[in-house]
């Protein structure tokens, strides 16, 4: 029997041709006014994906997933759920649960009467609704505090009542408006492991919205980055991180570096660049840019060495600098380097020793270097 692990591994639809999507936004757009929230978007989720939509407030990401339930209606297009065209259907009729960012607990009502309420809402025999609670809070791990109130649980109890609650009536789709945003960092991360593995044991779709990068990444099977309310790139955590398909989600998508300049050499798969007031930059790309226009390449921390001597070949992805500001992070280590051109690159490393034998120090003057295959052309 395969794992959860190498299920969520080896699950791939997108990349099936034949593979149909589960939901699909068909050219949708939605106007408040003379604002235009979701701006002529389409998009393909699958059955049993976990999939994130990610952006900076206002980009349109709750507004997709509130026409998602139904509380919203497109101004054009369509919103196809399990090959059903959903305009029209009231939201209580949905096939779709959603579980806000407030909870939205009944604090008058203890935790089994929270989980049941929708139940009791559909008329189901109460026999039945006792049954089902009892599965869903065994499942959230809330069996002994069933006879509480909301006021006396912690923030992440109160967060699996509202996941419980949500599930409680099946949905084929869970749809999570920044789930874990009042938990603090612990326990958000704990609870963003918990959610993967329970979205793989009920085999449901989950549509989560979140402005929290690590958090896509950390859950999500693949990432669709809004901006303006379209979508710049939908990926994989892993795609969308070493392959990003613009300057804009290569900037919002964790820490990096853009090195821009102009293109001097681009035959055979390399492109070269000389960095503006800096050094020459050799990557290897498949897109062979015009020489003599300008480039922009973009390189991770990670992927940077400093070192307090020139590398063996200097004059190709090698620069110099000082050190600008050096950050310990117990885990790792986190240096600005000020190159010769004046730029600011940060670099990182993790700490694997406790004892370090050449510590950096401030203004020391070192080496930046990387290899051609460590960052990306950017397109634009």
């Not at 670099?347 to 051609?372: C, K, T």
Request: proline share 5%; charged share 25%.
């Amino acid at each position: 029997m395969k794992s959860l692990g190498n299920i969520r591994r080896s699950f791939a639809p997108w990349s099936d041709p034949s593979a149909k999507p589960y939901i699909s936004f068909k050219n949708v757009t939605k106007k408040f006014g003379d604002f235009t929230a979701v701006d002529n978007l389409s998009l393909d989720i699958y059955n049993r994906e976990f999939f994130a939509l990610l952006g900076a407030s206002g980009c349109g990401k709750s507004t997709l997933l509130r026409m998602l339930a139904g509380f919203e209606q497109p101004t054009t297009g369509e919103i196809v759920l399990d090959g059903q065209n959903l305009a029209g259907t009231p939201p209580y009729r949905r096939p779709v649960n959603m579980m806000f960012q407030s909870y939205a607990l009944f604090p008058h009502m203890t935790v089994e009467k929270n989980v049941a309420f929708g139940l009791r809402q559909d008329g189901m025999p109460k026999a039945e609704i006792a049954e089902r609670v009892v599965q869903m809070l065994k499942l959230v791990k809330l069996e002994q505090f069933a006879k509480r109130k909301p006021n006396q649980l912690s923030g992440g109890q109160r967060q699996r009542v509202a996941l419980a609650r949500s599930l409680a009536k099946r949905p084929k789709v869970l749809l999570l408006d920044e789930p874990l945003g009042a938990l603090d960092k612990k326990l958000r991360e704990e609870t963003q492991f918990e959610l993967m593995d329970l979205q793989q044991s009920l085999g449901l779709t989950f549509v989560v919205v979140t402005h929290d990068q690590e958090e896509a990444m950390t859950m999500a099977d693949r990432i669709a980055v809004m901006s303006h309310g379209r979508v710049v790139q939908v990926a994989t955590p892993a795609e969308i991180y070493e392959a990003p398909n613009s300057r804009f989600v290569a900037d919002f998508i964790g820490d990096v570096n853009i090195l821009d300049g102009n293109v001097t050499r681009a035959n055979g798969g390399t492109v070269e660049i000389a960095v503006d007031n800096g050094f020459t930059l050799r990557t290897a790309t498949g897109e062979m840019p015009a020489e003599g226009s300008r480039a922009g390449f973009a390189i991770r921390p990670e992927k940077l060495r400093v070192t307090p001597r020139p590398p063996a070949n200097a004059s190709i992805n090698a620069a110099e600098g000082e050190i600008w500001d050096i950050a310990y992070l117990g885990d790792m280590t986190v240096l600005h380097v000020k190159l010769k051109s004046g730029q600011v690159v940060k670099a990182s490393s993790l700490n694997a020793v406790r004892a370090v034998e050449e510590p950096f120090a401030y203004d020391q003057d070192v080496w930046v270097s990387f290899d051609e295959n460590a960052g990306v052309l950017l397109r634009d």
